[in-house]
């Protein structure tokens, strides 16, 4: 058989075992088949495959032909002292051709029921990373020749390849694995907050809004003026506390999809008018709310609670930043149609 066509052969049977090797999913197959690939290449006694477990940080022994249960328990024990940790540190090829003339200077352990003659131990790379080594003994001096050695080194660093996108794909797996574990884990504690909020929400609107019904009550009583400053200070207390317990129960709706709208006929001129009321306690001699309202409103259609949260913080950030003067409160119609009218405070 001339040169070219063992080239070609050559070319061709690096392709058929690319094709066997290349699309393998998992370390378990990839290690069965290269186990088969081997048989089919070279008959020895002895053939070992290692891999290194990023789990545990180890160069661990997954194949063995020719092991006692000791030599293989000696191999794992001992595997960085041994030909396969010295191939996997150094990342180099180690070849003895026949041991009675050299056999090397690397630890040895466990005994073979054959006289080894020839050694080869070759490390399993991907680009400039070892992932593991493949190591043959045979009884046989000369036993691996240069073409041997060749195709071994490309099965060696095609399996080094797969085996590194195997451990990828395995640590994407793991990722996406702790994402969606820790988006359930945020998705429950964000449900026990809303649920918390909204029971708390719940909890506090009920005897607030008995203290505010109580308040209304004694202001209909007969009061001297300082009984009569205290509980309107006791009524726009609770209305502004009970706003901020409404904030905070409609932040629970907004973030459990649960926040509607209503949609109710109310007055405008009331609802200012309740506003301001709660305010007058804050005027001064120095500070005046005033109410600028466009008197041709007509009765509108929303949620009058919503609007009045509203307002109320726009004052209550208003009162933050002005301790002298006037703060107005301004409404004005700026467009009208037949079912819709579009208001604007200046």
Known sequence: MNQNNQESELIHYL???SSRISTLDTTEQLVKELSKIIEELVSVQY?????????????????????????RKNAEDSVMTRHPGWVFKNKQLFHVPDTFLDDG?????GKRSFIVRSRLFVPILSGDKCMGTIGFASGTPNMFNDRHINVIKFIANLSGTVYSNILLKASEKEYQKQLEKA???????KLHQQTFFAKMSHELRTPMNAIIGMSELIKDSNLNSTQSKYIN?????????????????????????????????????????NVLHSFHFKE???LKFIQQVSPNIPNLIGDPLRLQQVLVNLLNNATKF??????????K??????????????
Do not use: C, M
Not at 247 to 257: C, R, Y
Not at 266 to 273: S, V
Not at 322 to 328: W, Y
Not at 333 to 346: I, K
């Open 15 to 17: 392709g058929y075992i």
């Open 47 to 71: 053939t070992a495959i290692y891999l290194w477990n990023p789990n545990i940080n180890k160069l661990e022994l997954l194949q063995a032909k020719g092991f006692s249960e000791v030599d």
């Open 105 to 109: 200077q690397i630890s040895k352990t």
């Open 183 to 189: 988006l359930e884990e945020s998705e429950k504690a």
């Open 233 to 273: 200070a006791i009524s726009v207390s609770s209305q502004t506390l009970l706003s901020i317990i409404n904030d905070i129960l409609d932040i629970s709706k907004i973030q459990s999809d649960k926040f509607t709208l209503e949609f109710i006929p109310f007055n405008l001129y009331n609802l200012i008018d």
């Open 284 to 286: 001064t001699d120095s």
């Open 322 to 331: 002005t301790k002298e003067g006037n703060i107005t409160l301004s409404i």
């Open 333 to 346: 119609p700026t467009r009208s149609e037949e079912h819709t009218s579009e208001l604007q405070s200046p």
